[in-house]
C-alpha cells in the first residue's frame, strides 16, 4: 500500500518536458516533438522556418546558448567555455556577436564582418546571420542550422546542406 501512495505521488509531480529551445535532428523515422516541425533534417520550435529565436517568435535579442542577450549586451562565443552573454564592451577570444538577426538591426542584416565579429551592415561582404529565413536577403534566402556547436545562429544560405 505505501508503494501504491509513491507512485500517484509521482504521478501527480509529473510535469511535461519543455522542448521550445531545444534543436532535435529529425528524419522520417525520427520525428520531432510536439510543435516542432522537422525542417532540413532538424526539428524547429514554432513557425516552421530554419530557425528561431530561442524557441520564440522573432524578438529583439540575441541568442546565445540556452540564453538571449538583452540590448545592452554581446554574445561571446568561446571555444573553451562556450557561448555567454557579456557586457557590450567586454573582449572576447572566440566569436562576438552584436546581433544574430534582421530584429537586432533595425532593417539592416546581421553580418559575419571578420570571421570573428558579428554586427548590423546593409551590406554583407561574409556570411549573413539568421534565426530565421525572414533574415535572409531573397539571393540566399534559406537560413541554415549552425554546422558547428560553438555557433547558436544561423548562417543564410541558397540551400541547406
Not at 577570444?93 to 548590423?120: H, N, P, R, Y
Request: charged share 15%; hydrophobic share 30%; glycine share 10%.
Amino acid at each position: 500500500m505505501r508503494y501504491a501512495w509513491f507512485v500517484l505521488l509521482a504521478i501527480g509531480c509529473y510535469e511535461a518536458p519543455d522542448y521550445s529551445g531545444t534543436r532535435f535532428k529529425c528524419d522520417s523515422e525520427h520525428a520531432c516533438p510536439n510543435n516542432q516541425p522537422c525542417v532540413n533534417g532538424f526539428c524547429s520550435a514554432g513557425s516552421g522556418s530554419n530557425m528561431i529565436d530561442s524557441g520564440m517568435p522573432p524578438q529583439v535579442g540575441i541568442a546565445c546558448g540556452s540564453a538571449t542577450c538583452s540590448g545592452s549586451q554581446k554574445c561571446c562565443v568561446d571555444f573553451v567555455s562556450g557561448p555567454a552573454c557579456v557586457a557590450a564592451t567586454t573582449s572576447c577570444t572566440g566569436f562576438l556577436a552584436a546581433c544574430d538577426g534582421k530584429e537586432d538591426c533595425g532593417g539592416s542584416f546581421c553580418c559575419d564582418i571578420s570571421g570573428t565579429v558579428i554586427e548590423c551592415a546593409t551590406i554583407c561582404t561574409n556570411s549573413v546571420i539568421c534565426r530565421d529565413n525572414a533574415d535572409c536577403p531573397t539571393t540566399l534566402s534559406q537560413c541554415c542550422p549552425p554546422t558547428t556547436q560553438f555557433e547558436p545562429w544561423g548562417r543564410c544560405n541558397i540551400a541547406c546542406p
